[in-house]
């Protein structure tokens, strides 16, 4: 067999195992994994570093509108180009409905976006007006296209559906073999706290992670899981910033509940502390969920180590220190006016590898499953996420040793701040592909804008998940009504 390009002298780690190996590439596929291939027209010499599957960034909002209109820094060009200094082979950002919008206007908005990318690209839609018309026509036609997930909240006035809407959208998901995401906040409590924290003139930034107590984040976990229990439908809690809400997720896990989850770099990173800073600095880490304690990140930890959650993603929300971003409401503001999120698609890998692995939290093995092979499972990228014959040739060649300090011209991004800005971490992604193609090669961008392309996806993979089926949906219970 003649190889297009051949890396060799690598350990392949993969998510169920590691072994020193070749990887043989033809038309931007992995043709062969052997002990030992010899030829390929380009050999890549990987010098004993680590192989492994290319990321894949789950949770990144890129060219976005928020619902109140503020628009992210970065595009699907420096978006794509930042997730692949990161050691991102590929990404699934979000493709926001705004009320009255129709879901073939929000697609064709972001194919115009996304045709900029340097990296294989697809979308997570957040629906925010189910009218009927979407609900029977636009989203079924949107999973059609291989569009096979999509977002909603239970917080945020434009943006929360109410249970009532929730379980109108996860019966089309489950009909449709699509799987729901949901930002799980209780909208009352955080408003009814925000309105007593204005009521005492604590407004600063530090009294954000006052305004959205742990309690709201568990107490819609379990809604949201209750929900989709009741019609049986597959469902996905990001960002989980909670003990008790992770504990929630295993709990429901165990009992076979069609349900996956994921936690944030910044929960394991960063603290409520990080909101006291001097004057109105503090703003840079104002994101929903907000930032918690550090028994919280130990407890984060345990559950990444024991299965808990499928992925670590970034929920890249890029919102420069300036008036275009955080301050487009003004400089001297309260912290509900105050651009809600954090960047963070370079750190993502580099973070949990130094942390993770390093440290010995959690094993190579485990890095490569929360880093691209849960991602490609869950979302259905069926060519994506592993290293074997026949999947895209999207891979990333590590050097576990490299020590490196993250600054902010690294990022590689359009933003003004990193939040983990002077941290050294240990392992760097020195060479990045996507489909064969280098993107990345030792701190230098390969690539040309536009060369990503659209993938569709499959269903959601939900084999060894048995479900719930609730006794008012069993025949059997419910006098023979097909209530389904």
Same mark, same amino acid.
């Given at each position: 067999m003649t190889f297009d390009t051949v890396i060799h002298s690598g350990t392949v780690v993969t998510a169920d195992g590691q072994f020193k190996g070749d990887i043989g590439i033809t038309g931007g596929r992995i043709a062969a994994v052997s002990e030992v291939i010899s030829g390929g027209k380009t050999r890549v010499d990987a010098g004993g570093r680590l192989v492994m599957p290319g990321g894949i960034e789950a949770h990144a909002h890129i060219a976005q509108e928020s619902s109140s209109g503020v628009m992210t820094a970065d595009d699907y060009l420096s978006g794509s180009i930042s997730?692949?200094?990161?050691? $991102?082979?590929?990404f699934i950002p979000f493709a926001a409905q705004q009320r009255g919008q129709s879901v073939d206007d929000v697609i064709a908005t972001y194919d115009a976006r996304g045709a900029r990318s340097v990296l294989d690209y697809s979308?997570?839609?957040?629906i925010s007006d189910p009218t009927p018309d979407v609900? $029977?026509?636009?989203?079924?036609?949107?999973?059609?296209?291989g569009i096979?997930?999509?977002?909603?909240?239970m917080t945020y006035d434009l943006m929360n559906l109410g249970d009532g809407g929730m379980l109108d959208i996860l019966s089309v998901a489950r009909d449709h073999g699509a799987i729901t995401m949901v930002h799980?906040? $209780? $909208?009352d409590m955080v408003k009814w706290m925000n309105k007593r924290l204005a009521a005492k003139g604590l407004t600063a930034p530090r009294y954000h992670a006052i305004s959205r107590p742990q309690l709201a984040e568990e107490e819609a976990i379990n809604r949201a899981i209750q929900l989709a229990k009741l019609v049986d439908a597959a469902l996905f809690i990001v960002h989980v910033s909670?003990?008790?809400?992770?504990?929630?997720?295993?709990?429901?896990?165990?009992n076979g509940a069609k349900l996956f989850a994921e936690t944030c770099p910044q929960y394991l990173a960063l603290t409520r502390d990080d909101l006291d800073r001097p004057g109105m600095e503090g703003a840079k880490y104002i994101c929903s969920p907000p930032l918690r304690g550090h028994d919280t990140q130990d407890a984060l930890w345990h559950h990444i180590a024991h299965g808990t959650f499928e992925s670590v993603s970034s929920d890249h929300a890029p919102y420069r220190f300036d008036d275009t971003g955080k301050f487009i409401n003004?400089?001297?503001i309260p912290y509900p006016k105050i651009a809600n999120g954090m960047p963070g698609i370079a750190t993502r890998l580099p973070y949990l590898f130094s942390e993770g692995v390093v440290k010995g939290r959690i094993t190579p093995e485990q890095f490569v499953a929360l880093s691209a092979t849960n991602a490609a499972k869950t979302f259905g990228c069926t060519t994506k996420g592993r290293i074997a014959p026949g999947m895209d040739a999207d891979i990333a060649i590590w050097n576990p040793e490299a020590k490196r300090v993250v600054q902010l011209q690294d990022q590689h991004d359009n933003m003004d701040y990193s939040p983990m800005e002077g941290m050294e971490l240990v392992g760097v992604p020195e060479v990045v592909m996507n489909r064969g193609r280098t993107i990345v090669s030792h701190g230098e961008l390969m690539?040309?804008?536009?060369?990503?392309?659209?993938f569709a996806r499959a269903p959601v993979d939900l084999r060894g998940r048995s479900g719930f089926t609730a006794p008012e949906f069993d025949p059997a219970q419910n006098f023979g009504s097909d209530l389904r």
């Amino acid at each position: 067999m003649t190889f297009d390009t051949v890396i060799h002298s690598g350990t392949v780690v993969t998510a169920d195992g590691q072994f020193k190996g070749d990887i043989g590439i033809t038309g931007g596929r992995i043709a062969a994994v052997s002990e030992v291939i010899s030829g390929g027209k380009t050999r890549v010499d990987a010098g004993g570093r680590l192989v492994m599957p290319g990321g894949i960034e789950a949770h990144a909002h890129i060219a976005q509108e928020s619902s109140s209109g503020v628009m992210t820094a970065d595009d699907y060009l420096s978006g794509s180009i930042s997730a692949a200094f990161g050691g $991102n082979s590929s990404f699934i950002p979000f493709a926001a409905q705004q009320r009255g919008q129709s879901v073939d206007d929000v697609i064709a908005t972001y194919d115009a976006r996304g045709a900029r990318s340097v990296l294989d690209y697809s979308y997570h839609l957040i629906i925010s007006d189910p009218t009927p018309d979407v609900l $029977n026509d636009q989203l079924p036609r949107a999973f059609k296209r291989g569009i096979t997930s999509f977002k909603v909240f239970m917080t945020y006035d434009l943006m929360n559906l109410g249970d009532g809407g929730m379980l109108d959208i996860l019966s089309v998901a489950r009909d449709h073999g699509a799987i729901t995401m949901v930002h799980a906040e $209780n $909208n009352d409590m955080v408003k009814w706290m925000n309105k007593r924290l204005a009521a005492k003139g604590l407004t600063a930034p530090r009294y954000h992670a006052i305004s959205r107590p742990q309690l709201a984040e568990e107490e819609a976990i379990n809604r949201a899981i209750q929900l989709a229990k009741l019609v049986d439908a597959a469902l996905f809690i990001v960002h989980v910033s909670t003990e008790g809400g992770a504990d929630i997720v295993r709990r429901e896990k165990f009992n076979g509940a069609k349900l996956f989850a994921e936690t944030c770099p910044q929960y394991l990173a960063l603290t409520r502390d990080d909101l006291d800073r001097p004057g109105m600095e503090g703003a840079k880490y104002i994101c929903s969920p907000p930032l918690r304690g550090h028994d919280t990140q130990d407890a984060l930890w345990h559950h990444i180590a024991h299965g808990t959650f499928e992925s670590v993603s970034s929920d890249h929300a890029p919102y420069r220190f300036d008036d275009t971003g955080k301050f487009i409401n003004g400089s001297d503001i309260p912290y509900p006016k105050i651009a809600n999120g954090m960047p963070g698609i370079a750190t993502r890998l580099p973070y949990l590898f130094s942390e993770g692995v390093v440290k010995g939290r959690i094993t190579p093995e485990q890095f490569v499953a929360l880093s691209a092979t849960n991602a490609a499972k869950t979302f259905g990228c069926t060519t994506k996420g592993r290293i074997a014959p026949g999947m895209d040739a999207d891979i990333a060649i590590w050097n576990p040793e490299a020590k490196r300090v993250v600054q902010l011209q690294d990022q590689h991004d359009n933003m003004d701040y990193s939040p983990m800005e002077g941290m050294e971490l240990v392992g760097v992604p020195e060479v990045v592909m996507n489909r064969g193609r280098t993107i990345v090669s030792h701190g230098e961008l390969m690539a040309t804008e536009g060369q990503g392309q659209f993938f569709a996806r499959a269903p959601v993979d939900l084999r060894g998940r048995s479900g719930f089926t609730a006794p008012e949906f069993d025949p059997a219970q419910n006098f023979g009504s097909d209530l389904r």
